[in-house]
């Protein structure tokens, strides 16, 4: 129910800040928001797993705290991102 490592990898690479980077804030809410996406597509099936509902309530805040953490630190670069994965409309 994860994300496959060819996903994984594709995302990886379209968000990364350098080559060897695998953890930057913009990578992270980049993975997370693929999860998210995920995760809201196996609960529109599967109305009554309340387990998975729990963990992508978890998954969407920490993506919450991180993107709150860029638009303190780089705030031009969280409308960039925004604007890029598509979300807050």
Do not use: F, W
């Amino acid at each position: 129910m994860s994300l496959t490592q060819d996903k994984k990898q594709e995302i990886i690479s379209q968000y990364q800040v350098h080559e060897t980077d695998t953890g930057s804030s913009d990578l992270q809410v980049a993975l997370l928001t693929a999860r998210i996406t995920q995760l809201t597509e196996h609960l529109k099936v599967n109305k009554k797993d309340h387990s998975s509902r729990r963990g992508l309530l978890k998954i969407i805040g920490k993506r919450k705290r991180l993107l709150g953490y860029i638009k303190r630190k780089n705030p031009q670069g969280y409308q960039e991102l925004i604007k890029k994965l598509g979300i807050r409309g």
